[in-house]
């Protein structure tokens, strides 16, 4: 039996320009990327994504969009990292910074793929695009993805 995590990952759009932060403690430490974090006991993955949108940037969503799901593994470790990704471009409140995330906009065209997990570079045209995907990756530590495969549609 694998075990598995489930974590958010949310995209703040505006047309042109995506809303990423820089990850200031913890996993992915200087590494710029959505905001996000492990969906708690009591609350739908979808609740788990607003609340952490809030507590790391300090925006409001009243409606996400599933956009995307990732699996993560790391060799040799039997941990499975299941990441729902979702965008919104209805949202209340100016980006903020938290002891969490420094928030900044980026164009479509300037993505900081050099500061950011090296799996992004491959699914973040379907996120730019509203290209529903799936994806999986398995990772050599952090910095080497030994096997990846992406594939466009996400079910149910
Ligand atoms: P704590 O500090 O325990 O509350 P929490 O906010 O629950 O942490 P965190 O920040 O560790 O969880 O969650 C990791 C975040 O990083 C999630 O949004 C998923 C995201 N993430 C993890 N691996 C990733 C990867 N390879 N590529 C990517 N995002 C990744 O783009
Ligand atoms: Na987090
Ligand atoms: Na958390």
Redesign the pocket.
């Known amino acids: 039996e694998r075990l598995r995590k489930i974590?958010?990952?949310?995209f703040v759009r505006e047309p042109g320009k995506i809303l990423l932060g820089l990850?200031k403690?913890?996993?992915?430490c200087g590494l710029w990327?959505?905001?996000?974090?492990?969906v708690e006991k009591n609350e739908t993955i979808l609740q788990g994504a607003k609340r952490?949108l809030v507590?790391?940037c300090g925006i409001q969503a009243d409606v996400l969009e599933r956009i995307g799901l990732?699996n993560?593994e790391f060799e040799n470790d039997p941990v499975i990292?299941e990441?729902h990704v979702f965008l919104t471009f209805h949202y209340i409140g100016d980006p903020v910074e938290t002891e969490?995330m420094k928030p900044e906009w980026y164009k479509d065209g300037e993505i900081p793929f050099n500061q950011?997990?090296?799996?992004?570079k491959y699914w973040f045209p379907y996120m730019l695009q509203k290209r529903k995907f799936e994806a999986y990756?398995l990772?050599k530590g952090m910095d080497t993805i030994l096997d990846y495969w992406i594939k466009e549609s996400l079910n149910d």
Do not use: A, S, Y
């Open positions: 974590l958010t990952l949310v990850k403690r913890g996993f992915g990327n959505g905001f996000g974090g492990k952490e507590e790391e990732i993560f990292m990441v969490e950011m997990w090296p799996d992004d990756f990772f």
